[in-house]
Every structure is written in structure tokens, then in C-alpha cells.
């Protein structure tokens, strides 16, 4: 039972241009929101979070936007870089029963092409 | 510094083996995580644990046991290998409901 989907597995983009990463959960106990990044043979590395109270986050070239009512989060990257050509992982915690543990998708591979 | 340290990065043993991962954290964070992330490339919540409660996601085998010395170590034994848990493990810490930093990994094979 997947709580937590990322239903394209890759996405390509031109250098420059904006690249937009979907995901979206179905329990709505989920109160905080996380993306991570992924390169091979790597840990994940934080990215950038959102609260449940906000319905967007920016911070510099990343943005993440939060639709509650469609239970369903983006990353936007702009413009996109060679550099952020890696797995993304969407993530989601809720309060209360095991706090604090992170329930994952199963990542989008974002390739930027120069 | 490297903030979540794992050790070893690849482990390759045999079926039946007891074998044990290693992960240290110097952020002086309050919990540790172990995420599993197997051949679908999904990562699945193992443990939780911080100095007051151990969280066990139901699914994991009781052949995994997490030990921890202190509040900084989080290691991962695991009974008896099988070829299923051949996967790629995790180590994380985070402060309660923190963003969590996670280690390198532990690519563990089982032949």
C-alpha cells in the first residue's frame, strides 16, 4: 500500500528550462513534507520541506508547492542544471503513532540535458 | 566531518551468516533511523529509535535488531541472511520530526 506516489519514474529537461516533479499521498494524517535528492551509490540529501499549514516553500532555484484538498505536492527546479540531474524522492511524515519516520516514494529520475 | 557514517559501504556474505552495520551520527541528534531500500528502489522505514522508545516497522523480520550503545550509535544486526535482504541499507538521524540526514549506505549482497 504505497502512502506515498511518484508515478514518473523519469523526467527529462533541457538545461534552462523548468523541471516539474510530482507526487501525491493518500493519508491525510501526513502533516510535514519533504523532497530529497539522490545520487548513485549516495544517502539521500534534504533538499527542501513544507508544512501542512503552508501551501508553498521557496528556496532559491527549488519551490515546493502543497495542494491539501488534491493531497498533492510539486517540485519546481528552475532553471534546471546539469548538476540536479539525479533520483528525487518525495517524502511524508505525519504527527502522532511513529512520529517522525518518513514514508518514501519511489522516486523520479530527472536527467538534465545541456 | 561526514555527519551520518556508516560502515561497511558493501558487505558481501554468505546465507546464514550473522552480520552487523555500523552507523554513527555527530549532529547530536535525538533519533535514528535504518531505511531499507530495496530492488524497486523503494526506501521502507526499518527502525525508528531514539532514547526513549524503539519504533519496529511490522513488516521487518525479527532476524534485524537495532543496538545502540549510545544516543550518537545506531548499528543493525541481522541473524541468519537470506538472499532477500539483499539490498541497500541506511542509516539516518534526524531531531524529532526534523529533517533527517541520512549516511552513504550499505550495499549488503547475499550469495
Known amino acids: 500500500d504505497q502512502q506515498v506516489k511518484q508515478n514518473s519514474p523519469s523526467l527529462s529537461v533541457q538545461e534552462g528550462r523548468i523541471s516539474i516533479l510530482n507526487c501525491d499521498y493518500t493519508n491525510s494524517m501526513f502533516d510535514y513534507f519533504l523532497w530529497y535528492k539522490k545520487y548513485p551509490a549516495e544517502g539521500p540529501t534534504f533538499l527542501i520541506s513544507i508544512s501542512s499549514i503552508k501551501d508553498k516553500n521557496e528556496d532559491g532555484r527549488f519551490t515546493v508547492f502543497l495542494n491539501k484538498s488534491a493531497k498533492h505536492l510539486s517540485l519546481h527546479i528552475v532553471p534546471s542544471q546539469p548538476g540536479d540531474s539525479a533520483v528525487y524522492f518525495c517524502?511524508?511524515?505525519?504527527?502522532?503513532?511513529?512520529?517522525?519516520?518518513?514514508?518514501f516514494g519511489k522516486g523520479t529520475k530527472l536527467s538534465v540535458k545541456p | 566531518d561526514t555527519a551520518v557514517s556508516q560502515t561497511p559501504k558493501y558487505l558481501v556474505t554468505q546465507m546464514g551468516n550473522d552480520k552487523s552495520i555500523k552507523c554513527e551520527q555527530n549532529l547530536g541528534h535525538d533519533t535514528m533511523y535504518w531505511y531499507k531500500q530495496d530492488s524497486k528502489k523503494f526506501l521502507k522505514i526499518m527502525f525508528s529509535?531514539?532514547?526513549?522508545?524503539?519504533?519496529i516497522n511490522e513488516t521487518v523480520p525479527n532476524r534485524f535488531s537495532p543496538k545502540s550503545p549510545d544516543k550518537a550509535h545506531l548499528n543493525l544486526h541481522i541473524n541468519s541472511l537470506e538472499l532477500g535482504d539483499s539490498a541497500v541499507y541506511f542509516c539516518?538521524?534526524?531531531?524529532?520530526?526534523?529533517?533527517?540526514?541520512f549516511g552513504q549506505g550499505t550495499r549488503l549482497t547475499v550469495v
Open positions: 539516518a538521524s534526524s531531531q524529532y520530526r526534523g529533517k533527517a540526514f
Open positions: 529509535y531514539n532514547n526513549k522508545e524503539l519504533i
Open positions: 517524502a511524508a511524515s505525519a504527527s502522532g503513532g511513529s512520529q517522525g519516520n518518513l514514508i
